[in-house]
Nanobody, 125 residues
Framework: QVPLVESGGGLVQAGGSLRLSCAAS??????MAWFRQAPGKEREFAAG???????????YYADSVKGRFTISRDNAKNTVYLQMDSLKPEDTAVYYC?????????????????WGQGTQVTVSS
């Protein structure tokens, strides 16, 4: 397993911001994503990023976070970020970084074989 190390979670008030980071230790993945899981709910897609040397970068977002979250990557650091703005209480969840070498749907968590340990994000009202 390739370790994916996450950081940046925490407690924030509604309307605030947090930035999550995910560093891949020794491999570059062209497709990475953030999923989240709230208590009692299934793990769901939040944002994804697909990078190719020839065609650049593509980003994908769940409707629930579109316009508030921004996913980006720093290839030199082999790190993916999730900037979360205008946070809402319903964004409270454990956020997981994921990576894959497959070419299936980036929205489907079953396509991802590498996962981070998860980081808690709590948004208070």
């Amino acid at each position: 397993q390739v370790p994916l190390v996450e950081s940046g979670g925490g407690l924030v008030q509604a309307g605030g911001s947090l930035r999550l980071s995910c560093a891949a230790s020794d491999r570059t993945f062209s497709r990475m994503a953030w999923f989240r899981q709230a208590p009692g709910k299934e793990r769901e897609f939040a944002a994804g990023i697909y990078w190719t040397i020839n065609w650049g970068t593509y980003t994908y977002y769940a409707d629930s976070v579109k316009g508030r979250f921004t996913i980006s990557r720093d290839n030199a650091k082999n790190t993916v970020y999730l900037q979360m703005d205008s946070l809402k209480p319903e964004d409270t969840a454990v956020y997981y970084c994921a990576a894959t070498q497959s070419y299936g749907s980036i929205y489907n968590r079953h396509e991802f074989g590498y996962w981070g340990q998860g980081t808690q994000v709590t948004v208070s009202s």
